[in-house]
Nanobody, 122 residues
Framework: QLQFVESGGGLVQPGGSLRLSCAAS????????IGWFRQAPGKEREGVSL????????YYVDSVKGRFAISRDNAKNTVYLQMDILKPEDTGVYYC???????????????WGQGTQVTVSS
């Protein structure tokens, strides 16, 4: 059974950091594009960052460029999202998902984790 488990969320003050982890079981992550998405209350789910399955290409939404970094450890079958200089507007539930396509559209992602809550507040 294909499954993701996200972890690493929590409550952090503005300017702080968190590292999210997305561990996969039942399939090999390095065959897929992995995306991190977030959903704030009352808002649509948006793509935050992607990492390709082939050459390590990455994508970041403009609002997180220079603050977030995505990486993958194929030996551990895990993808990470390092989030620095966090802002209140980064608050939301963060999900990882897998796709065969390097696109940010959620409909291209067939496999989703359960999400981890990130709250940035003083």
């Amino acid at each position: 059974q294909l499954q993701f488990v996200e972890s690493g969320g929590g409550l952090v003050q503005p300017g702080g950091s968190l590292r999210l982890s997305c561990a996969a079981s039942g399939f090999t992550l390095d065959n897929y594009v992995i995306g991190w998405f977030r959903q704030a209350p009352g808002k649509e789910r948006e793509g935050v960052s992607l990492i390709s399955s082939s050459d390590g290409s990455t994508y970041y939404v403009d609002s997180v460029k220079g603050r977030f970094a995505i990486s993958r450890d194929n030996a551990k079958n895990t993808v990470y999202l390092q989030m620095d200089i966090l802002k209140p507007e980064d608050t939301g539930v963060y999900y990882c998902a897998a796709s065969r396509l390097f696109v940010v559209n959620t409909v291209a992602y067939a496999y989703w984790g359960q999400g981890t809550q990130v709250t940035v507040s003083s």
